[in-house]
Every structure is written in structure tokens, then in C-alpha cells.
């Protein structure tokens, strides 16, 4: 067998060996994997690399010598950080573990002593460590056992025989609660005159010991020393904090913390969101048919940069000189945003017919099949539950309202930086895009993209109302923005190929799956804003409005009466309620004990006959307070309201302008449950077998109704007079003049009258009581 004599010795090759083979004398300079370089001794040939097998497979193959220790250079070292520029250290360490691994130094033919032939691995291992420790290098003959092993697990490595580098403690030995007080006190002092850092430490001192007295004895055993809490200022960089100015100082103090922006690795649809407001730019047609400025809020999602839901709302001032009540986007309009993305988008009458799903590149079909409220009218927009929400820090994203909406469908929020649009980049270039795709092809209203370049009389165009515009936009989304390809978006598996976002949709919906989310009325109801009232006999009040039950739920509010407090923590006897001020003629009391909702409607709902919202109704709550009234005056409120409308529709429309419109009232939401059809499940009726009812008396007093008709009577016969009667005569009495009136009959419908009355007139009780006890009560209107 080829390489079984003696002098081979396979084994202990290594790099920097003398080999022969080939009937030449070759040095090994590296080994990756199964190739061995090979360089030839003796002549200026260029290195060879052939097989391991191959080589101490030949018939002439031998180890010659050991080999010597490979100058480490930067190849060997790359790639294993802060070992660069160590080479010497880890040709030495080489060195060292051929001459445990073979008992021959390299570039030596001779053992030395403690390596002879006849030791074992671990009495060479001993020697080495006694030869390092009369070097001054102390390292246990365990130490460099494990070393040969790494050493040998790394392919004969040198860069693994190197000590890494220890990462510095950020800190050093202060205890970390100590070092968040100072990063508190500091961010506290943001906005503050400047202070030095004595004082700061004296600041975190008190913190520690009013934080940590329960716990420790002393809690200023947790501050370093003077010059020590110096030097952790300057190292953690608060130092340098202190010295900017007061305006630098609260600009970094509202910046959010790690992550925020960048490029994230984002693979399904949902992942990461992105919303933002902006001016629309766009004028349209208010409520009192004048002029008025738009915004829009989007939410986009990075996955397919498609478009979950948008929002066009009024944005105006208060007007102090008519007391108009200033609008803009507000926390309740966020929350019917986040409900358009949980629902598809229907194809509105008049809408292109390429603007459907069914003509688009989604996948309809899987669509349909997985969510049945995928139908042929529903428009090309893909629906993306939103995981995450990248957003600016206004006011309507920080509300209470939109963080408890978020928490409820379990959304996470992640602010950007003030100032910062890189933030959320692609809310931002929606903006772009917008307003040159859409926003200047709309006929009337498109105020340019500066005073300078905005043309002249747009106010006096015949400009569309909010709601219009909320369909033109949605309009172009599903037709032409989710259909147009986008250089950004890219198959994986076909990068060649420029995909639009629908496309883009199809891709990832493919890999992550898709799984319906659809919402209850019930559920939908939490998106509303929430009131805590206290519920009476003459009902409740919201905004000095008075709701009432329903009657078919007039019971369950009895119920909640009966239980008196709700119990909730820190809401003592206080209830919730829901309602949606673009709406407010209905809201829902929620009993939390059964999770049922109680329907009520407003008092005075039927003066109301045009809409109307409670942006309205307190403008012309402050319209009535100014003329010497009370804002409780809800009646007189009300009636003021009412007359609005119709002077509205009566007067003449401004010259030049189309008549006023219905006030703006947001998106409808779906919060009424579906009315069951009667008549589902029955089969056609033969309208030919229907057969006539006798009618029956409306009170058990009224008179009996009159006999058959008997039989034979279809031929009657001619009365004395010689005329024929009529064949239903003798169901009528004769009323004659001198004909004796029926006592009977003559009695009966004044007691029926009587009867009926009393049953119109009796009032349900609820309380069971007497009939003065129900004066005044919540049924009555």
C-alpha cells in the first residue's frame, strides 16, 4: 500500500514541513480545507496546490523535518478583530504548539528536553508550562492542553492562540443604578440653566438615597468617589451634555431611544408601519360652503410600500371673530384610520372598473378564498394588519385614546425624532408623490406647491367637499399608486423584474401567509372616544347632552341601575361609554360585567333631523352662552341647530359656489349590528292561494263581529220594490232614520275608545311601583 513505510509519518504534517514527493523536496505553506500549497525548495517555481490525498497517497511521499513556525500575516489574521498587527505573538504561540503537538521545535531536528520521542501529550504540555514559567509567562499545562485543542479545531489557526481583547466594562466598577440616577438627573436638567457637575452629583445622591433607603443602609455607599464620578461623566459623554447649550440639551433629551430609522430588515407585510400628517394642500368646500384647507394622515407599510389607509381631514383655526371652532386632525380620526386598514376598500359607483382587486395583480383568488369579504366590488388595495407603527410625536399619536386603541389590536408604537424625516422616509416621499401624481390633476382647489407658483382665483372655484376628496384619493391609490411598478421594489428570486406595490403584496402574501382579521360592530366600538358617565333614571350626559336607552334595550339598562357603582378601579361609579363625535345622535353604554353594549340615543334626536357633530353643536353651545344662555340649555341648543339647517337649505347659494354641503363627519364605521331579514329562509309565496282575514276588534270590549255571509246569497232575491238587493246586505243593519239605534252597537265604541285610550296611555313602569314614582323617568320623552 502506497505510504506504509516507516519514514512516513503523515501525521505530523503541518505548515512550514519539509516533504518529499515527487522525487523533490517541497515546503508546506498553507492548508485550507483539502488542498496543501506546496512550494519547491531550491528553485523560484511558482506554488503548487494539490489534493492531501493525492499527496501522502505517493509512492515516494515523507515528512523530511518538522515544520517551522508560519509567519503570521495579516491573511492569517484577518477577520478575527483586534488581533491585527500581532503577527510576531502568533508565530511565537505557533511555534509553541508544533513543538507540544510533534516534540520538535520548528526550524530544529534535535527534541529538547522534556519533548523526547517517548513522552506523552501531557508531559510535554507540563514542560512547556515549566519552560513559560521561567520566562515570566505563567499558563498551566491544562491552559495549554486546551489550547492544542482549539488550535487543532481551527485547522492548526494561529489566530485562535492569540488572548482576545476584553471589551472595556461601560462603567468600570460603578453599579449600575448609580450611573441611570446620572443619566436621569442629566436629562432632567435639559431644559434647565446650566449646572456643574458637583451639583449634579449632589442631585444623584439625594436620588439614590430617596430611591434605595428601603433596601440598603447606606444608598451612598453606591456613589464613586469625587474624582471617580468625574471620570464616569466625561467616559459616558453627560459631561459634554452639560456644556451644550440649552436648546441642544432638549433637543437631544426628546429624542427617543435605539432603534429609530435606518434600514430594517423588514420580510412580511405588517412588519413595519409608517404614518405621518402633512398639509394637503388642496382647498375644498366646508361646511358653510366657503373655502377651507385640507390635511392628510397616511399609514404606509414598508414591506410592500403599499398604502393601508389615508385620511383627508379639515384643517382651519378658530375663528375668534364669528367663534368658529378651530379642527384638524385629532386622535379619533387616527383611530377610523386604523379601522380602514382592517377592512377592505369597496369600488365606490363611478370608480374606473381597473380600480378593482379582481383586475389587479393581487392574488383575488386566495384572497377571496381565505377572507370572504373579498367580493368583486372590492377595490385594488391590499389589507395589512399594521405590527408596528412608526410615527412623529404630535399630539393626536401621543393621546391617550390612540395608545389604548393600538394596545387593544395589539399594536406596537415606535416615535421617530423630532425634526428627523429620514425617520419615516416613506410617508414622507408618499407626501412627494402625491402632490405630483394626484394632487395637481385635480380640477379645482390644488393650490400649488408655493405662494409663488399658486394660480389665481382659487377661492372662487367651485371646490369639493371632504368626503370628495377622501374618494378621489382613494381612488388613485387603488387605480394608479398600487399598480404603478417602483424602482425599490424587487422580487427576491427575480431581482431583473421591477414590481408594484400590489405585486410586491403578492410576493410576500405568498411566503407569510394571510390570515382575516375582521372586526365585530361591538369591536368596532372601542375605536370610538371613550366617556365615563354616571347613569341616572333621567339617563346621562355627555357634553351637556342627555342619551337615553333605546327601548329594546330599556331593560339591560335597568339592569345596570339595579347594580348601582361599576366597581372599576379608580372609576368608582362611573361606567364607560363610547361615541364618535362626527356622530354624537348615538352612543353605547358598555356593561363590562356581561361585555355587552346598551344602545342609546340622544333626547332631542328627533328636532335633529339633518346632521349634524359635536363640533357644531359646541359652536352653537358658545353661540347661546354669549347671548346670556346656559350651556345646559340643551333644548334651546338644539332648536338653534335645527334652524341652522334650515335656513341652510333655504337661503340662496354665494355667487360663484355651489350651495353648502352636509358638515364633514369622518369615516362611517360599521357600530350597528346588521338588521336579520324576516323573511331569510322562506320560500316563494303564491299570491293566488291568499285568502281574506276577517279583521278583529282592536279591544276585548268592541262588538262581535257581524255573521257569515250564508250560503245562496249570491242570487238574491228582489225586494218588494222590484230592485234587486245588494248581496252583502245582510251584513248591514238598516240605519235608517226611523229605525231604532242598536243599544248594543250604540254602547260599544265609546267603551272602545275608552279601552284604547288607557292602553296609549299607560306607562310602563319599570321600578314596578306606583304611578307617581314614574314621573319624570328615562322612558318618558
Known amino acids: 500500500m502506497a505510504g506504509t513505510h516507516g519514514n512516513r509519518s503523515s501525521g505530523s504534517l503541518s505548515i512550514g514541513a519539509r516533504v518529499r514527493w515527487q522525487e523533490r523536496e517541497w515546503e508546506v505553506v498553507a492548508w485550507q480545507g483539502p488542498q496543501v500549497t506546496l512550494v519547491p525548495q531550491g528553485s523560484g517555481e511558482a506554488p503548487q496546490a494539490v489534493s492531501y490525498r493525492w499527496l501522502v497517497g505517493g509512492e515516494d511521499f515523507a515528512v523530511l523535518g518538522p515544520g517551522r513556525a508560519p509567519a503570521a500575516g495579516g491573511g492569517v489574521l484577518r477577520g478575527w478583530s483586534g488581533q491585527e498587527g500581532r503577527e510576531e505573538e502568533a508565530a511565537l504561540w505557533q511555534a509553541r504548539m508544533v513543538e507540544i503537538d510533534t516534540g520538535v521545535a520548528p526550524g530544529r531536528s534535535e527534541h529538547g528536553q522534556g519533548f523526547e520521542p517517548g513522552t506523552t501529550l501531557a508531559q510535554r504540555c507540563a514542560a512547556m508550562s515549566a519552560r513559560l514559567a521561567a520566562d515570566g509567562i505563567r499558563c498551566s499545562a491544562h491552559t495549554l492542553a486546551d489550547k492544542r485543542r482549539t488550535w487543532k479545531a481551527a485547522g492548526e489557526n494561529p489566530a485562535v492562540l492569540l488572548p482576545r481583547p476584553r471589551d472595556k466594562r461601560p462603567g468600570g466598577f460603578t453599579d449600575p443604578r448609580c450611573l441611570a440616577a446620572m443619566q436621569e438627573v442629566v436629562a432632567r436638567r435639559a431644559r434647565a440653566s446650566d449646572v456643574t457637575i458637583d451639583l449634579v452629583r449632589e442631585e444623584v445622591e439625594d436620588v439614590l438615597r430617596a430611591r434605595y433607603a428601603a433596601e440598603l443602609d447606606d444608598p451612598a455607599a453606591l456613589l464613586p468617589s469625587r474624582s471617580t464620578f468625574y471620570l464616569r461623566m466625561q467616559e459616558s459623554g453627560l459631561a459634554d451634555i452639560l456644556a451644550r447649550p440649552t436648546r441642544a440639551r432638549a433637543a437631544l433629551a426628546s429624542t427617543p431611544p435605539l432603534p429609530h430609522g435606518g434600514r430594517e430588515i423588514v420580510l412580511r407585510p405588517g412588519q413595519v408601519t409608517q404614518a405621518d400628517t402633512t398639509p394637503l394642500r388642496i382647498l375644498a368646500r366646508g361646511d358653510d360652503g366657503r373655502p377651507i384647507s385640507t390635511e392628510m394622515t397616511v399609514l404606509i407599510d414598508v ?126 416621499h408618499f407626501f412627494t408623490t402625491l402632490a405630483h401624481r394626484f394632487s395637481q390633476h385635480v380640477e379645482h382647489g390644488w393650490q400649488g406647491r408655493s405662494h409663488k407658483k399658486r394660480g389665481r382665483g382659487i377661492e372662487r372655484m367651485p371646490l369639493y367637499t371632504i368626503a370628495e376628496l377622501q374618494q378621489m384619493a382613494q381612488e388613485w391609490v387603488a387605480l394608479e399608486y398600487q399598480q404603478t411598478p417602483e424602482a425599490g421594489l424587487r422580487d427576491p428570486f427575480r431581482p431583473g423584474i421591477v414590481l408594484s406595490p400590489n405585486g410586491m403584496y403578492a410576493v410576500q402574501v405568498a411566503r407569510s401567509g394571510y390570515r382575516p382579521m375582521p372586526l365585530s360592530p361591538a369591536q368596532n366600538r372601542f375605536f370610538l372616544l371613550p366617556r365615563w358617565v354616571t347613569p341616572g333614571k333621567n339617563g346621562f350626559m355627555i357634553n351637556h347632552r342627555t342619551y337615553q336607552p333605546v327601548t329594546p334595550d330599556a331593560g339591560h339598562y335597568r339592569e345596570i341601575l339595579l347594580r348601582g357603582a361599576s366597581k372599576l378601579p379608580g372609576r368608582t361609579d362611573k361606567w364607560e361609554c363610547r361615541f364618535n363625535p362626527y356622530r354624537p345622535e348615538r352612543v353605547w353604554l358598555h356593561d363590562h360585567t356581561a361585555d355587552t353594549w346598551v344602545t342609546c340615543d340622544f333626547r332631542l334626536r328627533h328636532l335633529l333631523t339633518d346632521p349634524w357633530t359635536a363640533d357644531m353643536w359646541a359652536e352653537h353651545a358658545e353661540q347661546h352662552q354669549a347671548a346670556d344662555g346656559s350651556e345646559q340649555d340643551e333644548e334651546a341648543i338644539a332648536l338653534a341647530l335645527a334652524q341652522r339647517d334650515r335656513r341652510r337649505r333655504s337661503r340662496r347659494p354665494p355667487p360663484g359656489r355651489s350651495g353648502a354641503e352636509p358638515p364633514f363627519q369622518g369615516l362611517e364605521l360599521e357600530t350597528e349590528q346588521p338588521a336579520e331579514d324576516p323573511y331569510a329562509g322562506l320560500e316563494e309565496f303564491d299570491l293566488s292561494t291568499l285568502r281574506p282575514y276577517p279583521a278583529q276588534p282592536i279591544s276585548p270590549l268592541a262588538p262581535a263581529p257581524p255573521p257569515a255571509l250564508p250560503s245562496g246569497t249570491g242570487g238574491a232575491e228582489p225586494s218588494a220594490s222590484g230592485q234587486t238587493p245588494h248581496p252583502l246586505a245582510a251584513l248591514f243593519p238598516d240605519d235608517g232614520e226611523g229605525s231604532p239605534p242598536d243599544a248594543s252597537a250604540a254602547g260599544a265604541p265609546a267603551a272602545a275608545d275608552e279601552v284604547v285610550e288607557a292602553e296609549l296611555l299607560d306607562d310602563f313602569d319599570p321600578d314596578g311601583g306606583d304611578g307617581d314614582e314614574g314621573e319624570g323617568d328615562v322612558w318618558e320623552m
Open 303 to 428: 414591506a410592500s410600500h403599499s398604502v393601508c389607509a389615508l385620511m383627508v381631514t379639515p384643517n382651519c383655526p378658530r375663528d375668534t371673530g364669528s367663534g368658529q371652532m378651530g379642527q384638524a386632525t385629532r386622535a379619533i380620526d387616527l383611530a377610523l384610520m386604523l379601522a380602514q386598514a382592517f377592512a377592505p376598500w369597496p369600488v365606490m359607483p363611478g370608480w374606473d372598473p381597473l380600480s378593482a382587486a379582481a383586475a389587479s395583480s393581487l392574488p383575488f383568488g386566495a384572497l377571496r378564498a381565505a377572507d370572504e369579504r373579498f367580493t368583486k366590488a372590492t377595490a385594488a388595495r391590499p389589507v395589512v394588519r399594521p405590527e408596528l407603527i412608526v410615527y412623529d410625536q404630535g399630539s393626536p399619536y401621543v393621546s391617550e385614546h390612540f395608545t389604548a386603541v393600538c394596545d387593544r389590536l395589539r399594536i406596537a408604537r415606535r416615535p421617530a425624532r423630532k425634526k428627523t424625516p429620514s425617520d419615516k422616509p416613506l410617508a414622507e
